[in-house]
C-alpha cells in the first residue's frame, strides 16, 4: 500500500468513527430524554412584551397583587394608585418562567387536577402583553411533590401537570407587600456627616456629628460603634406597607423627625404621624434633590428603632 493510499484509508476510517460517535450520541436514549424533558413556561422572546404581571394564592391572606410596566419601570397596582416595585425581584421571576429546565410530567388527566392543587382555585401567576386580553402565560402553582421538593404546575390551557422547584410558590403565594420597594433612604454610612433626631416638646433631640473622623453626640463623645451601627439601620430601614388613604401634605407627621446631612450638603429626612388603623405609624420621606411622593407604614418595633434616645449612644466613661 502507496503512502497515499494508507492516509485516504486512516481518512475513512477516521470519518465512519466521526459519524458513528455523532449517531451515539443522537440517537442514545438517555440524551435524548434529557433533551426532551427541558421545558419553557414562556419562550423569552415573549419576556420584553409582558406588562401586566398578577399573582395570587386563595389560601394566603393579602396575597393578590397587580404588577404593571409603566414608562420604563414595573410598579404595583394598589387602592388604584402606582406604587414602586421591587424591580430585581420581577426581574427573578420572568428569568424563572423564561428558563429551559427540567419539568417532567407528572399526570395528564383532569382528576389529578384538583389532588395535585392545580385546578382553576389554584395559586396563579398570570402575564399579559399589550392591549390583548389573554395571558401570555397563565400558570397554576399547586401542591408539594412527596418529598416536598418540588410542587406541581400546570399551564391553564395545557393538560400535562409537571413539577418544579418551590420558588414558584414563593412568588405566587407571598404577601403583597413583598413585591413592593419600601425602602426609606439608601446610600452609605461614609457619607453621612450629621443625624439629627428631633421629638415634640418633653423629649430632648438627639444631634450625632462627625467631627475629623470621631462621632459626637450631643457636643459630648459618641460611641462609634453604636453611632456606624445606628447609621447602617437607619440608611437599611424598610416600611412595612404604603398608605395609599395619605399624602406628605397631610399636617399631622410631626410627631417625630429625623434629618441626615450628606457629605455632599444633600439632605433627608423622616416625619413620624400618628398611629394608623393596624397600630403601625405613618412616615414621610423627604429631602433633595426630591422626596418620596408616599407614605409609608412603619411598625411599632422599626420606629423603636430609628427614633432614640441619646443615651445609647454615649461613650463610656
Known amino acids: 500500500m502507496t503512502y497515499k493510499n494508507k492516509i485516504r484509508a486512516l481518512l475513512l476510517i477516521t470519518g465512519a468513527l466521526v459519524l458513528l460517535l455523532a449517531a451515539s450520541y443522537v440517537f442514545d436514549p438517555e440524551r435524548s430524554a434529557s433533551r426532551n424533558s427541558l421545558y419553557t413556561w414562556l419562550d423569552r422572546k415573549f419576556i420584553s412584551e409582558v ?30 394608585a402606582l406604587f414602586p416595585a421591587r424591580e430585581e425581584r420581577v426581574e427573578d421571576l420572568l428569568a424563572l418562567l423564561s428558563r429551559r429546565a427540567s419539568y417532567p410530567v407528572r399526570a395528564a388527566s383532569e382528576a389529578s387536577r384538583e389532588r395535585l392543587g ?149 439632605r433627608r429626612g423622616l416625619s413620624l404621624g400618628p398611629a394608623l388603623d393596624d397600630g403601625k405609624r405613618g412616615l414621610t420621606v423627604s429631602g433633595t434633590p426630591a422626596g418620596s411622593p408616599y407614605v409609608y407604614a412603619l411598625a411599632e418595633w422599626t420606629v423603636g428603632r430609628l427614633f432614640r434616645d441619646s443615651e445609647g449612644f454615649l461613650a463610656a466613661e
Not at 401586566?52 to 404595583?76: H, K, M, N
Open 118 to 266: 392545580v385546578s382553576g382555585e389554584a395559586a396563579h401567576i398570570r402575564l399579559y402583553g399589550g392591549a390583548n386580553a389573554t395571558p401570555l402565560l397563565e400558570l397554576l402553582v399547586g401542591g408539594t411533590d412527596a418529598l416536598g421538593s418540588d410542587v406541581y404546575l400546570r399551564k391553564s390551557n395545557a393538560r400535562e401537570i409537571r413539577s418544579g422547584e418551590r420558588s414558584f410558590s414563593s412568588y405566587a403565594g407571598s404577601r403583597r407587600q413583598s413585591w413592593y420597594d419600601l425602602r426609606l433612604l439608601g446610600g452609605t454610612p461614609d457619607q453621612v456627616q450629621t443625624v439629627e433626631l428631633r421629638y415634640p416638646p418633653g423629649r430632648d433631640p438627639v444631634i450625632l456629628a462627625r467631627d475629623s473622623g470621631t462621632w459626637t453626640v450631643n457636643n459630648k463623645a459618641a460611641d462609634a460603634a453604636a453611632v456606624d451601627s445606628y447609621i447602617r439601620t437607619l440608611l437599611n430601614a424598610e416600611a412595612d406597607d404604603f398608605v395609599p388613604s395619605l399624602k406628605p401634605s397631610d399636617p399631622f407627621f410631626n410627631q417625630g423627625t429625623i434629618s441626615i446631612e450628606l457629605a455632599d450638603g444633600t
Open 51 to 80: 406588562d401586566r404581571i398578577e399573582l395570587g394564592s386563595p389560601g394566603v391572606a393579602d396575597s393578590e397583587v397587580t404588577l404593571l410596566y409603566r414608562d420604563g419601570a414595573w410598579r404595583a397596582l394598589l387602592a388604584g
